[in-house]
């Protein structure tokens, strides 16, 4: 026996380095999980098929950066190295995008497109006025060369500058006065059309120089200069703005370079394939002095905290869970010997998670970051359960207690264990892609546990010595302790006053029932990572910018079918803040007659409208607004709606299909296990009633909480509450008297190793509380509580008074017949 245990330490020590890599296999992006029933994934499919448009291929990432635009447009660029594949945006470059939308959308005269080139010019003369603006000493420089030289004075510049000016000063002289002349060749030289208001008289008051600039706006007559053309006044309302007239319909356009600009602080967006690394997303943040945002920097940001809360949390159930051990064991062996069972827990857990994953499973890391607080506590309650029934038996005088201990307590674990695993696999047949990877991390954490709680005990107990065992004691310790007195108490009051409990067991749980009925869950990105992070910073200051996040709609229908419902959608949405680009509306513009309508937002009985949310991707606006679309009925696509279609699909089929086959595999497995009815029955009410206490404190203490956090507490009560009904119905099936006596004395003497199990298993949970993740503390608080209220209240106190009151139907009708017979 000690051979295998040298073996069972030999695979502890083997497999140590290959779970520490596990961190690196988790995916934090909820589009892997997409299916293809979803209405986002048929708009994807549609608009690839029908309009040629892939909207995931690419992603955004938002930089707010600050300082003047030449140096922070050479910060990103330096940057750009540590991305794959990336594409700089400038806000040039994003407004003459809308722009030739917009124009494309008007039609293609002349007119329109000597617009888009004089709009562009605009936006050239914006941006150089801002750059002036903030390096007034260059502007200085230039209205000296170009005023000074010509009057003979010495100005500092190299020789080539001066060269270059001089050709086209006396080229110019030829057919201008000399101040003209200057001019020309001022603009000529540096490319500055604003030198040309000043003179020989005031080229040398910089006072004067800055506060022309600061109160520039004569845009229509630079363009004339430039260009020839007459632009009307009203054509530019300020000098961030463009207006412009559009088939009768006048409308100022809807994106301007105020929308990238604010104060010292400036707006680019990166685009890089969908697919990027985000250990190349985190690097890009870590190497850039900017607030950096976007749903790939909220997930490889959420991928940085898992990593050390992982860490955090590890360290802080291994020390919790420790302390526990040694104020209820008071031994030092047994506690080895649990640590041990629930170290390999996890070893062979996220091993058999990493060689799925060679297969194709992808670990999400929810499922990744729920598997040490499981494995942690049931491996420890099992291998606990059989070492408190050792040192019974040994403490009663058995000849072989090690084979008495397995024979029931054994039993016992290896009943419990398999009805977590089964409670678990109505996970895997359920529709919802997310809760089937979910199961599959806790069918492998909850196997994981049973195995090396049962063998590596079994044999760790058989390879060590009574008297190494107890040390530093004479003895082996007392199973029995102070906490018999209040099970005691607890019991009796029970069974006393049954008919009192039942009462109060209802009221709580309608009022249970009505807290989490009457609280929202949230999709919020704080919750994933926390609230000081950058990209949550980042993701609020774009609000201040370009903020708007892309929803695609599909209407199907013909043209003249879909004309009101299209328009009115339009008409809606813009006045929400929206830009939408569809058959009847450019940006701002709603167009009222049907010539208006544009082919290229209509293909093969599908009418497009790319309507341009003003709230960043996930963000609360944004979540909502595209819940506003959905619930008009229309197809929605694009990052917001995929979210929603994950949240809303997994959440309804947990509570209609999940949750209630999780109950019908109970109650069908322990039917058959125990050979009764009501067990199952009431054990299943108790499992409905801890649970909903525990999602309602959750909510009472936290508000509102993240969309997954209930579907977790739900999932791990309703399977680790097995375990210590189990307990306590085996144990009160071996006892004998009456049924109030068999459920005294069974409560009572299973309820030490329950009451430990409890606190063991609540302290690996209440360790999620030292992570900085909002729902990780959820979870953790929640389930920590919850097993607590269960383990303190609901099994010494709920169970024996519904039993008692049950009595000898508890049993029907199996062990009452066999009883009888006997």
Request: avoid cysteine; aromatic fraction near 14%.
């Amino acid at each position: 026996m000690r051979g295998v245990l040298v073996l069972w330490i030999l695979l502890m020590i083997a497999l140590a380095p290959i779970v520490l890599q596990v961190q690196n296999f988790f995916v934090y992006s909820d589009s892997p999980f997409l299916s293809p029933q979803y209405k986002s994934v048929i708009v994807s499919e549609i608009m690839k098929t029908d309009f040629n448009i892939s909207q995931s291929s690419v992603s955004n990432i938002y930089i707010i950066i600050n300082g003047s635009y030449n140096e922070s447009l050479r910060v990103i660029n330096d940057s750009l190295k540590y991305l794959n594949e990336a594409r700089l945006l400038t806000p040039s470059d994003i407004i003459s995008s809308y722009q030739q939308l917009y124009f494309n959308g008007s039609g293609n005269s002349s007119i329109e497109k000597d617009l888009i080139k004089i709009n562009q010019l605009y936006l050239n003369l914006t941006s150089l006025r801002e750059r002036l603006l903030l390096n007034i000493s260059e502007f200085m420089f230039q209205l000296n060369v170009t005023y000074g030289l010509p009057l003979g004075k010495h100005v500092s510049a190299n020789s080539t500058l001066i060269e270059t000016f001089r050709v086209y000063y006396f080229i110019a002289l030829e057919n201008y006065s000399q101040i003209n002349a200057s001019r020309i060749a001022g603009y000529l030289t540096f490319k500055d059309p604003y030198l040309i208001f000043f003179g020989f008289n005031n080229y040398t008051n910089e006072t004067l120089a800055k506060h022309f600039l600061e109160k520039f706006d004569n845009y229509s007559y630079l363009i004339f200069l430039l260009t020839g053309k007459h632009i009307p006044d009203q054509t530019f309302g300020s000098s961030y703005s463009f207006f412009m007239r559009s088939e009768q319909n006048a409308s100022s356009f809807p994106v301007s370079l105020s929308n990238f600009h604010r104060n010292d602080s400036w707006l680019f967006i990166v685009q890089v394939p969908s697919n990027e690394s985000l250990n190349n997303v985190n690097e890009f943040i870590d190497n850039i002095k900017a607030e950096v945002t976007g749903h790939l920097p909220i997930y490889a940001r959420s991928e940085l905290y898992t990593e050390s809360n992982l860490k955090v949390i590890d360290l802080v159930t291994f020390t919790l869970v420790g302390i526990l051990l040694i104020l209820l064991l008071r031994s030092l062996v047994p506690i080895l010997l649990l640590l041990g069972s629930a170290i390999l827990g996890i070893e062979i857990a996220y091993s058999v998670l990493i060689v799925l994953h060679l297969f194709g499973y992808k670990i999400y890391y929810i499922s990744g970051l729920v598997i040490p607080p499981i494995i942690f506590g049931i491996t420890i309650d099992y291998s606990l359960l059989f070492i408190y029934r050792y040192f019974e038996e040994i403490r009663r005088g058995r000849q072989n207690p090690l084979n008495e201990a397995f024979r029931t307590a054994g039993k016992a674990a290896i009943f419990s264990g398999l009805s977590i695993t089964l409670a678990f696999l109505s996970f895997l047949i359920s529709p919802s892609p997310i809760l089937k990877n979910i199961g599959i991390a806790l069918v492998a954490g909850s196997l994981s546990s049973l195995f090396p709680s049962i063998s590596f005990t079994y044999t760790s107990l058989r390879s060590i010595g009574i008297n190494v065992l107890s040390f530093p004691q004479k003895h082996v310790p007392n199973p029995s302790d102070g906490r018999s007195k209040y099970l005691r108490f607890m019991i009796n009051h029970s069974i006393k006053r049954k008919y009192y409990v039942l009462l109060t067991i209802f009221v709580v749980s309608i009022f249970s029932l009505w807290v989490f009925s009457t609280h929202n869950s949230n999709v919020d990105v704080n919750e994933i990572v926390p609230s000081t992070s950058e990209v949550v910073v980042g993701l609020n200051d774009l609000n201040n910018y370009f903020n708007y996040s892309l929803d695609y709609v599909i209407v199907p229908g013909s043209l003249n079918q879909t004309h009101n419902m299209v328009y009115m959608i339009a008409k809606k949405a813009i006045s929400m803040g929206a830009l939408v680009y569809s058959p009847v509306s450019l940006g701002k513009i709603v167009l009222d007659n049907s010539s208006a309508i544009l082919n290229q937002f209509y293909s093969n009985g599908f009418s497009l409208m790319e309507i341009y949310i003003p709230y960043p991707v996930f963000s609360n606006g944004a979540i909502n607004f595209t819940n506003w679309l959905i619930s008009q009925g229309l197809l929605v696509g694009g990052s917001n709606a995929q979210r929603i279609d994950i949240v809303t699909n997994t959440v309804q089929t947990y509570y209609s299909f999940t949750l209630p086959l999780t109950i019908i595999f109970i109650l069908i497995y322990l039917g058959f296990l125990l050979k009764s009815i009501a067990v199952p029955v009431r054990l299943t009410l108790s499992l409905l009633f801890s649970s909903l206490v525990g999602v309602a404190v959750m909510y009472s203490v936290f508000g509102t909480v993240y969309w997954l956090s209930p579907l977790i507490v739900f999932a791990l009560l309703f399977s680790l509450g097995i375990d210590y009904d189990m307990f306590i119905v085996l144990r009160i099936r071996e006892e004998e008297g009456s049924e109030d006596e068999k459920i005294r004395n069974g409560v009572e003497k299973t309820g030490l190793v329950v009451t430990a199990a409890g606190l063991i298993l609540s302290g690996a949970f209440f360790s999620l509380m030292a992570a900085d993740m909002q729902f990780l503390r959820e979870i953790g608080f929640a389930v920590g509580f919850t097993i607590l209220f269960d383990t303190f209240i609901v099994r010494p106190f709920v169970v024996p008074a519904v039993m008692s009151i049950l009595g000898k139907y508890n049993w029907w009708p199996g062990v009452r017949s066999n009883r009888s017979k006997t």
